[in-house]
């Protein structure tokens, strides 16, 4: 057992435009890439529960050329609004870190 | 740009953004290749609505003009275009005339003549309105709702340019190119889609270029980048020597700031990426090519707009008694009850409850998170903390905070008998000014009944 961040190069948030919260996990070696592909623990399904929405407001995405997985939602608070924490929503990312990869 | 039979265009992006620096030695290995245009991006919504609001730039005129002055002269002394799009961070006209300003002074100091043509992006708010009940705004998903209402109490409205009016004041001579608001991408894929270029690869290699190098390994500073267009591939390379690109790394840049990483909209169509192909030329360079793009039925013009939501005043403090912080929430509870009781008290009926927002922030517990915060028990053995109340001026907003502060500093907790202080102010005065805020309101799209109407071009000359 591993934990994701264990296992990634790099994991990060960003705002996708300003009502957009985009996740992307990328991977140096492809045999850890492989190994959290095969595990099925980073999903659409993940996120959601992570992010405290359905799993069908996740787009969740393989993306085997960049060795990524990214996750879109909706921004929890459109950036930059009153109650917004992150402008740039680039520390929301940080739940994903402690996945556990089988 | 007329050479239509040429084999190969060759593009150079100095940076992500006018004004963040580069390298110079690097742009001057860039002017060596001999590229036939050079682009940068001058703007991004990711600094926030403030800009728009505001209509001030992210970036200083300063570091913007020291940036412009290197890349204007390598421009003319090679006599090839350059385009500066989203020009002010925000690309409204106020944004559009700084950046004017900038230019026009960098050239008076390295006596230059310029051809400039400044594009339009600032909305008109009667074209606006008439295009909302011809029904030609749509929504994006997700979208704030819009109405004539909004269109009116919209500090500015800006909409997002395609290549067409790149093209257009290209045809008119134009030397340097000022846009307003823009897609990053349309900066530098027009001329190559002018020349026939496969579109796939244009948008695509626009889309790498318009961050300058950040689809390196390790980007360790703001630097320039080239691509090579050539008829079915594209070619990246970094223009620092010690910057590398990989198929990884290129393949990973259309992640960045995107919602998704395969299909990527523009005006006239949809960049398809799902079949691109990334190899290693060498360990630096990096081949694309089967990159595809989905013409749009409708021509569709992206809106940004935004709207003033108040005026701010925060404190920022810390607390550090442990009886107080594993009662926190107990306690900013009590406080909330009791800021709003002295305020009624002060102002009766002339400010409700909803007519002001108070809110806290609490680091060293769920001041990054929020309530998505998975973490629940906290061990930090010091709370910072931010008081924050927006109301409708300034005055109220600073008379609201000077009530905060008085109510947190000696709000008691039941374990202490006699006057506490409980809160640790940063600054005297404790509360600052953060003055007008401001939100985005607007994530629609207009059809044009053509990609010019919305974006004037207006020649002008320097020198």
């Known amino acids: ?81 009153i109650g917004d924490c992150d402008n740039h929503g680039g520390q929301q990312f940080a739940p994903l870190l402690d996945i556990d990869i089988p | 740009m007329s050479t239509r039979q040429r084999d190969e265009i060759r593009i150079l992006a100095p940076n992500g953004v006018i004004g963040s620096g580069f390298r110079e030695e690097s742009f001057e290995e860039g002017l060596g290749r001999r590229p ?19 209509g001030t730039a992210v970036l200083s005129a300063d570091s913007v ?37 900038n230019l026009r002074a960098v050239a008076a100091e390295e006596s230059l003549s310029l051809k400039v043509a400044l594009i339009h992006a600032e909305q008109d708010k009667d074209y606006l309105k008439r295009k909302l009940r011809d029904g030609r705004i749509r929504p994006l998903d997700p979208a704030p709702p819009f109405d004539e209402g909004v269109i009116d109490r919209s500090e500015r409205i800006v909409g997002m340019m395609g290549v067409e009016p790149y093209l257009r004041a290209l045809e008119g001579g134009a030397d340097v190119v000022l846009a307003g608001r823009s897609s990053d991408t349309a900066i530098f894929a027009g001329i190559p889609i ?12 626009a889309k790498i270029l318009e961050c300058g190098a950040a689809a390196v ?6 630097d320039c980048m080239l691509a090579t267009i050539r008829r079915d591939h594209f070619v990246i390379e970094p223009l620092n020597p010690e910057f590398r690109c990989t198929p990884q790394t290129v393949a990973a840049h259309t992640l960045y700031e995107n919602a998704d990483p395969f299909f990527i909209v523009e005006c006239s169509g949809t960049m398809d990426l799902r079949e691109s192909v990334y190899e290693a030329l060498d360990d630096r360079m990096v081949r694309v090519s089967c990159s595809g793009f989905i013409p749009a039925a409708t021509y569709t013009v992206k809106l940004e707009g935004v709207e003033k939501v108040g005026y701010q005043s925060v404190i920022i403090g810390g607390i550090r008694d442990p009886l107080l912080i594993r009662q926190i929430d107990d306690w900013l509870g009590r406080l909330q009850a009791s800021v709003r009781k002295r305020v009624r008290q002060v102002y009766r009926d002339r400010l409700s409850d909803n007519e002001y927002v108070y809110r806290t922030h609490v680091y060293g517990k769920n001041g990054v998170m929020g309530a998505l915060e998975p973490v629940k028990e906290i ?13 409708s001026s300034q005055e109220i907003a600073n008379s609201l905070a000077l009530i905060i ?59």
């Open chain 1, 1 to 81: 057992m591993a934990k994701l961040y264990e296992l990634a190069s790099l994991v990060r948030s960003k705002n996708a435009g300003p009502f957009a919260l985009t996740f992307d996990i990328l991977f140096n070696r492809q045999e850890d890439f492989e190994r959290v592909k095969r595990s099925g623990a980073v999903s659409g399904q993940a996120v959601a529960r992570l992010y405290g929405v359905s799993a069908n407001e996740v787009r969740f995405f393989v993306c085997d050329n960049a060795r990524a997985f990214k996750a879109s939602i909706r921004r929890p608070t459109f950036q930059g609004d």
């Open chain 2, 36 to 54: 036939h245009f050079i682009g940068v991006d001058g703007g991004t919504t990711d600094a926030g609505p403030y800009y728009l609001g505001a």
């Open chain 2, 65 to 101: 003009k020291a940036d412009l002055r290197i890349i204007v002269r390598g421009a003319r002394r090679l006599n090839i275009p350059l385009l500066i799009g989203s020009c002010g961070t925000a690309g409204g006209d106020v944004h559009l005339a700084w950046m004017f300003e």
């Open chain 2, 194 to 205: 002018r020349e026939g270029y496969p579109e796939g690869l244009a948008w695509h290699a």
């Open chain 2, 217 to 222: 390994v390790h980007r360790k500073h703001p």
């Open chain 2, 379 to 391: 061990r930090s053995h010091e709370l910072g903390v931010v008081f924050e109340v927006t109301a």
């Open chain 2, 405 to 463: 502060r008085h109510q947190a500093l000696h709000l008691p907790i039941p374990e202490w008998s006699g006057m506490v202080t409980n809160l640790a102010c940063l600054y005297n005065p404790a509360y600052l000014e953060r003055g007008a805020v401001y939100r985005f309101n607007v994530n629609h799209v207009v059809e044009p009944d053509d990609p010019l109407e919305m974006f004037p071009i207006e020649p002008r000359e320097i020198g």
